[in-house]
């Protein structure tokens, strides 16, 4: 028997929670104290997720499926990098040079 595919809503969800988790649970094991703000971030991206399937309205701020628009990614991966210690990471252009 052939199991049904999986909804695209649903695993954007599910992805987005589990990455905000990991992030605060990796901050937390490192020792490492987040800003008020970051800590008022994770919280509210993930009730919104929780309640609403996305964290945002607008849909010019990310696709379609999403569940965090570009912006939130980008923070998000910001606030883990800091949790892992890593520096922040380099803008590159299109063309792979560094600004």
């Known amino acids: 028997m052939k199991r049904a595919a999986p909804d695209p809503r649903a695993q954007a969800k599910r992805s987005a929670l589990n990455a905000l988790r990991r992030a605060r649970r990796t901050a937390d094991r490192a020792g ?7 800590g008022e971030f994770l919280g509210s991206i993930e009730e919104r997720v929780k309640t609403y399937g996305r964290a945002f309205g607008d849909p010019e701020k990310g696709a379609a499926g999403a ?13 883990s990098a800091k949790a892992k ?12 040079e560094t600004r």
């Open 85 to 96: 210690g890593k520096p922040p990471g380099r803008r590159t252009s299109r063309a792979g």
């Open 67 to 79: 569940a965090l628009s570009v912006m939130q990614t980008v923070k998000l991966k910001e606030i």
């Open 32 to 38: 490492v104290d987040l800003s008020e703000w970051e």
